[in-house]
């Protein structure tokens, strides 16, 4: 059990921003919200993640609902080369990663 | 940095023959060691994982065991494939508590 709920698909223009929805409202206060994506044929890749305050890296942002039950992954100028699962994932740390089937996010020219 | 590896890319095996699919890790010392499989269409699932050389604990009861003989070494075995055991098999490490990451997996099909 993932714990955690996202839409099955989505898409995005190329060059507008993708945002992801993720669901996790029976979160625990020490439980991280991280992101991962798969792009086709390849191991997942680690998009970023945080605890309770909004991040940003060079690849996306990550904003955390307040009451911690909700995130959203922004993908500011989607590629093509964005076109991927993408999977929100809760964990503790020092634990294995719970996937569930995530978000299938197709980038269209 | 640390750097992820795993061999083969691609197998072919028949029916009921052994299995040995290695990974290994460069650049870190005592990473928690983690296989997973991806069934075609289908999503993650936790095979076995290990916090130190010797330790493996399994999620998933099955044909297939794991063995760490060294640090940064992660093995995993089969002695009689099975149909079923076709898939995406991917390999993970980590530092204590932190970030995942994954290798580039192995293409297994059972024939």
């Known amino acids: 059990d993932a714990k955690t709920t996202q839409p099955p698909s989505m898409d995005c223009a190329e060059g507008r921003a993708a945002n992801l929805p993720c669901n996790h409202s029976t979160i625990s206060g020490n439980e991280y919200v991280y992101w991962y994506r798969q792009i086709h044929s390849q191991g997942p890749q680690y998009i970023i993640h945080?605890?309770?305050n909004n991040e940003t890296n060079e690849m996306a942002s990550l904003i955390i609902t307040e009451d911690r039950k909700s995130s959203t992954l922004i993908l500011p100028h989607a590629t093509l080369r964005d076109t991927a699962v993408y999977y929100c994932i809760r964990t503790s740390g020092n634990t294995p990663l719970v996937f569930g089937k995530g978000t299938r996010l197709s980038v269209i020219a | 940095s640390q750097t992820i590896h795993q061999w083969p890319a691609t197998l072919v095996q028949p029916v009921g023959s052994p299995l040995s699919l290695e990974c290994t890790v460069e650049?870190?010392?005592?990473?928690?060691l983690y296989w997973y499989r991806q069934a075609a269409g289908r999503g993650l699932q936790l095979l076995f994982y290990s916090v130190g050389i010797g330790q493996i604990s399994s999620e998933v009861p099955q044909n297939l065991s794991a063995s760490r003989p060294q640090d940064r070494q992660f093995i995993l075995s089969s002695k009689k494939l099975l149909l079923s055991d076709s898939g995406f098999y991917l390999c993970?490490?980590?530092?204590?508590?932190?970030?995942?990451?994954f290798g580039p997996g192995t293409r297994l099909l059972v024939l």
């Open positions: 945080g605890l309770k």
């Open positions: 993970a490490w980590s530092a204590q508590q932190e970030t995942q990451y």
């Open positions: 650049g870190t010392s005592n990473p928690n």
